[in-house]
């Protein structure tokens, strides 16, 4: 009777290899498959506060802007738990410094019930972005239903070098331009994402639980190219 052959272990893959992009450059995400994209924060609108002839005008204003633009946006919503840890913490530093000590009990108080009213509360923070893609002339577009970064089947593809990132950064720029001043002519202000404000987004998405007990350091200080966990090392 033949031995059967102990089952071989399964390689030990790295969780950058599940990533659909390679890296942030200077607010710019650059895929696997040689692609750009760059991210603006939206604010929002009390629209149900709006007249209705101002409603009108802003519903008109969002189609005029969508039927202007030449290339695809993406817009995404992202609602978590109010997170006042910074905030909080502040007011502590205020409250040790405060030499009035009717001020100083009163910002304790303030303190004590913020805190209870996260605990208790359930209050969700939402926030609104949209997604630039830039798409070389090198590369073949994505489908449409790839998700938000593309296909993560397209794993391989062209490597961009200085001088066409360069090029590429000037169009998605542009494209930027017209976005912001589309959404800002129906009161939606925006900004671009730097570095390391992408590199925060990406950490709460793909890690949303540590995101809310462990924040991510300054991007600067992670030199390392590839994290290995205990049991890749």
């Not at 750009?36 to 709006?50: D, W």
């Not at 002519?185 to 925006?190: A, H, K, P």
């Not at 730097?194 to 890690?207: A, D, H, P, R």
């Amino acid at each position: 009777m033949a031995q059967q052959k102990p089952p071989q272990p399964k390689p030990i893959v790295s969780t950058q290899s599940f990533l659909a992009f390679s890296e942030v450059h200077e607010g710019i995400i650059i895929t696997k498959n040689g692609e750009l994209r760059a991210i603006l924060m939206a604010s929002s609108i009390n629209f149900s506060l709006k007249s209705e002839q101002e409603q009108t005008a802003i519903v008109y204003a969002y189609q005029n802007f969508l039927n202007s633009l030449s290339f695809p946006v993406q817009i995404m919503m992202q609602s978590r738990k109010l997170d006042l840890t910074k905030y909080i913490a502040k007011l502590k530093e205020i409250a040790k410094v405060q030499g009035n000590e009717l001020l100083r009990g009163q910002t304790i108080d303030y303190i004590y019930y913020i805190e209870r009213l996260v605990k208790v509360a359930n209050i969700m923070d939402k926030k609104f972005y949209v997604v630039i893609p830039f798409m070389p002339p090198s590369t073949t577009q994505i489908k449409p239903s790839a998700g938000l970064f593309g296909n993560k089947k397209e794993a391989s593809g062209p490597k961009i070098t200085p001088k066409d990132f360069e090029k590429y950064q000037t169009e998605i720029l542009q494209r930027l331009q017209v976005i912001q001043s589309g959404l800002g002519s129906i009161g939606v202000r925006t900004a671009q994402l730097n570095t390391q404000q992408i590199v925060e987004l990406m950490y709460g998405i793909y890690n949303p639980e540590e995101a809310e007990k462990e924040k991510l350091i300054n991007f600067n200080h992670l030199n390392s190219d590839l994290v290995e966990s205990e049991v890749e090392k």
